[in-house]
């Protein structure tokens, strides 16, 4: 019998704010990106990418300003560089209201939340979406941000996992252990509508966090959501290996890429969990159309706005490092920060014969960030994208904009249909919540049982 093809996931990946990961493409003719304050927007964004079957709309976030590149934010704010930026959350609601499948993946930082009142929140989104909300688990890398919530400076990039360890702690226990599932009875006629003897408090002590009552919401489709993490460097592997559902990374070659996911299966037998249950989900961006030279055409406009200052004010805020004081011409070190380690290590491992000077780097990040760009008909992105599955084992993209939503239509219009026909995408959404579809056949809405959120619940 024929092997079956690997099928791909596919998410799309945007943020609340007006430019993304392509700076200056704000200013192009049939960019929308500048309707983001306005709610129909995302909902027809919603409506889009659910014909096209698309896994879920992933969601990026910061909670602060990329003002290491000269200094100050200057730069971010003339160029619109993720800035100004709106809580993903709040759009999560309306986009679920007018899709049934389509999934919400949204960023939000261990660092500066107190997790009682955020495990609530995405138990809220669990119940409204009906079961279609994970979370991207980042620890946040801006120290703008860290500042302006009066922390004196950012925490070591290390000792930013000791304390999501904790933190995610105590939200499985608060998801996962407070309420049995049986708790919530809702009788009319007794008065009773949830079991206090079946309702819990956590009591949890620890170094960071002290939460001792009960959680406030009721059991939600997944209680636990569909969990993401992104973080690459040799401490985030070792986290996304305990919690990660899938894992998203930004490789900007296939030789980074296969290295990083043999790293993670290794990771994955260390803590006591099953090789290969860990998809990991690579950044791409993608210029689809009719034809490769007319895809190329799009893709000359796009790099004709497109902003070099911008790219490095990205990278800039992504590895702590001032490109802005840095020689045009010299050579991208590996060197120690306490951004976005490994941003700079996959840039210098992935060609170590090569040398990438800042202007290469600047005009490599200004369409798609850090992550490849691949430009082509339906057929010729196909062709790449299941060679990176082949050669790297990755699981599916997280597709980045460039000018939106355009970049979104012609994939669900081009590329999605192509992928269809190589048996390489589904052609249905799955039924259930969102672990359910991403899980395959039989998977559970809830955690697998050896998830550290399935180990603290108490036996039935």
């Known amino acids: 019998m024929p092997e079956i093809p690997q099928e791909i996931r596919l998410n799309a990946f945007s943020m609340n704010t007006v430019g993304h990961l392509s ?29 096209g079957k698309i896994d879920a709309l992933f969601l990026a976030d910061v909670l602060g300003v990329y003002d290491v590149y000269g200094g100050s934010a200057d730069a971010a704010l003339r160029g619109g560089v993720q800035v100004p930026v709106n809580d993903p959350l709040q759009l999560i609601p309306a986009m679920a209201s007018v899709t049934s499948d389509l999934g919400f993946g949204v960023t939000s930082s261990v660092s500066f939340e107190h997790p009682f009142p955020f495990a609530r929140r995405m138990s809220t989104l669990d119940h409204l979406t009906r079961g279609r909300v ?54 009319a006629a007794s008065g009773v509508y949830a079991d206090p003897t079946r309702v819990h408090p956590i009591a949890h002590q620890g170094e960071f966090f002290a939460v001792p009552g009960i959680h406030l919401s009721e059991p939600s489709p997944q209680r636990t959501p569909y969990l993401f993490q992104a973080g690459a460097s040799p401490r985030g592997v070792q986290f996304a290996s305990r919690h990660a559902e899938s894992v998203f990374v930004a490789a900007p070659s296939k030789t980074v890429l296969a290295k990083q996911i043999a790293g993670l299966q290794d990771a994955l037998g260390a803590a006591g969990r099953t090789a290969g249950s860990v998809t990991v989900i690579n950044q791409q961006t993608v210029v689809v159309a009719e034809t490769d030279a007319e895809a190329q055409r799009l893709f000359q406009g796009y790099l004709e706005l497109a902003s070099g200052v911008g790219a490095l004010t990205l990278m800039s805020g992504w590895t702590g490092i001032d490109f802005a004081q840095l020689d045009a011409d010299s050579v991208l070190q590996d060197q120690a920060s306490e951004g976005i380690q490994s941003v700079v290590r996959a840039f210098t491992a992935a060609d170590p014969d090569r040398k990438w000077t800042i202007r290469e780097i600047a005009e490599y990040a200004k369409i798609g960030g850090d992550g490849p760009v691949i430009v082509g008909s339906a057929a010729t992105v196909a062709d790449q994208l299941e060679g990176w599955v082949e050669e790297t084992g990755v699981g599916g993209f997280n597709l980045a904009g460039i000018a939106v939503p355009e970049t979104w239509s012609q994939v669900t219009e081009l590329l999605v249909p192509e992928l269809q026909k190589r048996g390489r995408f589904k052609k249905e959404y799955a039924p259930g919540t969102l672990r359910e579809k991403l899980g395959g056949t039989g998977a559970a809405a809830r955690v697998a049982a050896d998830h550290p959120a399935a180990q603290v619940r108490i036996p039935a």
């Open 23 to 51: 700076p200056g493409l704000w200013r192009h003719p049939r960019d929308q990106s500048r309707r983001y304050l306005d709610l129909d927007y995302w909902m027809e964004l919603a409506q889009t990418l659910e014909r």
């Open 134 to 187: 994970a979370w991207n688990v980042v620890t946040s890398y801006l120290t703008s941000g860290a500042l302006n919530l009066g922390v004196s400076g950012q925490v070591a990039h290390d000792r930013r996992y000791d304390i999501a360890e904790e933190y995610l702690e105590v939200c499985y226990k608060l998801w996962e252990r407070s309420w049995d599932d049986d708790a919530v009875v809702a009788d």
